[in-house]
């Protein structure tokens, strides 16, 4: 037995050795292998179809009789100039920024609820996350039959749920907040558990209040959690759609019409033009770009 | 999560544009002209494929199972769901890849023969010993610049359902049906005045701009004017009769005789209600008076108007036709020539008791059972009856959000006085 292994061992050495002189010699190659397959994703899934929507967007396209040219620049026109462009603008940011604020307070809260080990947090954290396994369409038709008069329980409230502008906005975002805030407060989780118990004790021998160790402890150290919150949140928001499909269909009144509904709308329910909603899906693209970019900036600014 | 989204809806774009650069090549040309195998076209044993959506599957169904028992061809049927009916044909349409025959709500035939998606089938359909007979406002909805293309697949009439349990506690007349718009809210008020917490006078779509079309327009013609002119690029809605439609519907509304819901109501669950027995009078699909029987006593009329008269309906449903891209295009006939056969119409549509599409084949023997469906039949052949042409149908009309669904809440909901100017809007979509 022993002398077998010792002769294993002898022979493996070399081939350890081996393997360090070829990995020196291709670093660069190595690096790229395991790179392809995420940057041919890349390229198979969003490079070439973001070129072919450009093309669309400059062309004269019409969902049932295709390509009929180039048209550039009417189709970016013609989209901004849409009655709709505007207030769809208008209420994607404000719906953007109603979730984000109301989730992420929301999710902190949640979080620090449950951080610490008591009885109740592993049932806690289960109920906050539950939400998250469902469908988010699944999710807008369980609302949808809890929002609507013939099939609500909530009726005796006496509440109109999606007859209002102001209304339907709430109820979906009570959907959003529903379904995604245990997403969130999981995300928000790992950060506040990545804190170090020291810098607490530090905190309390220096006689701090809970909300300064809040304020100047837990926060900072969360920075970066947050930040990928924000812009994970953000983000999502700015793309809303199924949410609103099902729910409300952009009423009443145009008055929930998402900027990715108005892309649908544009492609499918009426107007067929396809050159017009490509149009818009790289407005979008560009604006989300430079959202992002702001975020990014924003965060190395702070950190460093 | 939900970042996915655009890179999805980028992917679809991608196989769209692939599909599209595919297809162009097209297969019309080779495909063999469809009347060239006489008025029965060729059974041969082929394997047709048929897409319709979702509203129809019970007709649909019962129409295939029907045609695969008798026949060697055989049609292998798709239902798509209703909202993605369009999206589905548009990306079929431009990658070559549409069935044989498809089936297509008959307010979007317009468009969809201007795109140029289906066969030419002037000369077959010529050679149909009824050729005359075949309902009109569908052959007529599928004429381009004078060739005909689609010919009727199933019919959706819209007629008044009255609740006639709920007429006798009200102490209405429970055999006799609204027969002019005052009449239709009385009654509704009548029911409305049972105080029950659970029943209402009537309901309708009030977020729902196809619905509204469906009830609306045959009160607008049943009143003896029209709805849209120009060929349906000008729209007249905000004229004398539209206005009394509005009027009788915001009384309605004022006086709570709506049940509650309608504002919200997308068209999703419109003609749920009154099958729960919660609803007195509405006009409705009659399609559904098999489904609604079941739960109520119902009794069934045609859509008044202002004065007394023959009534009309909205003669909706669905077109077929044979696809650009088939290349059986004789097979496909030979179902088509059987869908407006005696055979199909009657021992197929009549016996489950839908509407049949030929004015020659009203008074079958299924049909004359039941005095409600004879009603149905000759709604549909009543010279007030129609069904709307225009090109930018659902743009204006059924998307969500059209200028018609603006228009019917400010006359029902908000500021009246706003009409001209919705009205202008609608023309301005219909006229593009």
Known sequence: ?304 | MRHNRLSRAILAGLLMTTMAACGDGGAQGTAAPPAGAGVEGVDDGSKLTLWTRAPLESQAKALVEAYNATHKNQVELTIVPNDDYVAKVGAAAGSGDLPDLFAADIVYVPNWTKSGLFHDLTESIGQLSYADEINQGHVRAGTYEGRKYVLPFVLDLSVIFWNKALYREAGLDPEKGPATLDEFKEHALAVQKLGRTDVHGTYFGGNCGGCNVFTWFPMIWASGAEVMADDGGKSLLDGAAAQKVYRTWRDLRAAGAIAPGAKDETGATWVAAFQEGKVGVMPYPATLLQTAAKTVDVGVTAIPGASAGTGSTFVGGDGIGISKDSELTQQAWNFLSWLTSEAAQVEVLAKNDSSVARTDLVDNRYAVEDPRVVTINKTAAAPQSRTPVAVNFQQAFNAPGSPWVTLLRNQVYGDASSLATDNEALTSVLAQ
């Open chain 1, 1 to 304: 037995m022993t002398t077998s292994l010792t002769g294993t061992e002898e022979r493996r050495a070399p081939a350890v050795h081996r393997e360090v002189v070829r990995k020196r010699r291709g670093p660069r190659l190595t690096g790229w292998a395991y790179a392809a397959p995420t940057a041919l994703f890349v390229l198979i899934f969003f490079v070439v179809p973001t070129v072919l929507v450009a093309r669309m967007s400059v062309s004269d396209w019409n969902l049932f009789a295709g390509d009929r040219g180039y048209n550039a620049p009417e189709n970016f026109t013609a989209a901004v100039q849409n009655r709709l462009f505007w207030p769809a603008v208008g209420f994607t940011v404000k719906y953007t920024l109603v979730t984000t604020v109301i989730l992420l307070v929301l999710a902190l809260g949640l979080a620090l609820l449950v951080q610490e080990s008591s009885r109740w947090s592993g049932f806690l954290r289960t109920a906050f996350l539950v939400p998250s396994a469902l469908g988010l369409a699944s999710a807008s038709l369980l609302f949808y039959a809890l929002y609507s008069p013939q099939s609500s329980p909530l009726g005796f409230l006496g509440i109109s749920f999606l007859g209002t502008p102001a209304g339907a906005l709430w109820s979906t975002v009570v959907l959003i907040v529903w379904r995604f805030a245990g997403f969130y407060m999981l995300l928000l989780l790992v950060g506040l558990q990545g804190i170090s118990g020291d810098v607490y004790e530090a905190a309390r021998l220096d006689g701090a209040t809970r909300w300064q160790t809040f304020r100047y402890v837990t926060l900072p150290l969360l920075r970066s959690s947050l930040a990928l919150c924000t812009i994970l949140c953000v983000t999502g928001s700015m793309l809303a759609f199924d949410q609103f499909y099902l729910l409300t269909k952009g009423g009443p009144d145009n008055s929930t019409i998402t900027i990715v509904q108005l892309v649908y709308n544009l492609a499918f329910q009426g107007a067929n033009d396809l050159g017009r909603a490509a149009a818009l899906s790289i407005l979008i693209l560009g604006a989300l770009l430079v959202v992002n970019l702001v975020q990014f900036r924003g965060l190395r600014g702070r950190e460093n």
